[in-house]
């Protein structure tokens, strides 16, 4: 059974850092993309970083320059600086699995204070 587990979320005042780990197990198969998403309250949920499985990565506008997605075979990170109130969010670890199949983490509460 496929299964992601984050790591890293808590409060942290604007302009501060936080780093995320989600670790991948339960599977033999390789895992391509991976990423990280986010939803605000209230809103719907938001691609903010990918990571493919040979290093490319992409990042939502409002992150370049302050987010740095990276990966370790089956974990992968979500470095967060200059933190905003804006980011408040719970944050959602994804995983494209071949062949069998896309999963996702049970997300962790990131909370910038101003």
């Known amino acids: 059974q496929v299964q992601l587990v984050e790591s890293g979320g808590g409060l942290v005042q604007a302009g501060g850092s936080l780093r995320l780990s989600c670790a991948v197990s339960?599977?033999?198969?390789?895992?391509?993309?991976m990423g990280w998403y986010r939803q605000p309250p209230g809103k719907q949920r938001e691609l903010v970083a990918g990571v493919t499985s040979g290093g490319n990565t992409n990042y939502a506008d409002s992150v370049k320059g302050r987010f740095t997605i990276s990966r370790d075979k089956n974990t992968a990170y979500l470095q967060m600086n200059s933190l905003k109130p804006e980011d408040t969010a719970v944050y959602y670890c994804?995983?494209?699995?071949?062949?069998?199949?896309?999963?996702w983490g049970q997300g962790t509460q990131v909370t910038v204070s101003s």
């Open positions: 339960g599977t033999a198969f390789s895992i391509n993309n």
């Open positions: 994804n995983a494209n699995v071949a062949p069998v199949g896309m999963y």
